[in-house]
């Protein structure tokens, strides 16, 4: 990877970090923050091998493991890049249900799916420019989100596009639950 490779990959990691901790936080300033019924005990990084990742189109050697957070919810993310198109993807498993991220004012729900017989939400993040595809499994939502305006990527339909790709190729490898 070149020197402008490289500080852009920087750039993208620190927009998802940045992402990532204001993106499905599942509450606003005035709402109580959801309780945890279950906590997670898997993490995106560990689940997912060389095979799903190949499959999904991900370059598994750019994994990057976040910092667990727990508050106001669990949550679980590992990044990575997408080199077709060129992108950050991260893959979390977070504490909180699919309803309470649907009813999160932040997001626009573009699409209502069925991945693997999990229900699946596709929603745009636009103050984040992100997309993020929520598929509900037990004990939380499995999340891929993808980030626009700053790779490959333009425009939020061709995130939300890629983020619901990478969710239905990584189906057959769910974890029975988060």
Same mark, same amino acid.
């Given at each position: 990877?070149? #020197?402008?490779?490289? &500080?852009?990959?920087?750039? @993208?990691?620190? =927009?998802?970090?940045? *992402?990532? %901790? !204001? ?55 590992? #990044?990575?890049?997408? &080199?077709?198109?060129?992108? @950050?993807?991260? =893959?979390?498993?977070? *504490?909180? %249900? !699919? ?80």
């Amino acid at each position: 990877m070149g #020197a402008t490779a490289v &500080r852009s990959f920087g750039a @993208m990691m620190a =927009v998802v970090a940045i *992402g990532t %901790s !204001l993106a499905a936080c599942g509450t606003s300033q005035d709402e109580k923050p959801p309780e945890i019924e279950e906590s997670l005990t898997s993490h995106p990084c560990d689940v997912f091998g060389p095979e799903a990742l190949s499959t999904a189109g991900i370059d598994g050697s750019s994994a990057e493991r976040y910092d667990d957070r727990e508050e106001p919810f669990q949550r679980r993310t590992c #990044a990575y890049i997408s &080199r077709d198109p060129y992108s @950050m993807v991260s =893959v979390s498993f977070n *504490g909180l %249900s !699919l309803s309470e991220v649907e009813g999160d004012s932040r997001f626009t729900v573009s699409d209502e799916a069925d991945i693997a017989g999990h229900r699946a939400v596709v929603h745009d993040y636009p103050r984040g420019l992100q997309c993020l595809a929520s598929v509900e499994i037990e004990h939380g939502v499995l999340e891929v989100m993808v980030g626009y305006q700053q790779s490959d990527i333009e425009t939020a339909d061709q995130a939300c596009s890629l983020a619901l790709q990478v969710a239905e190729d990584l189906a057959p490898y769910f974890p029975e639950h988060l």
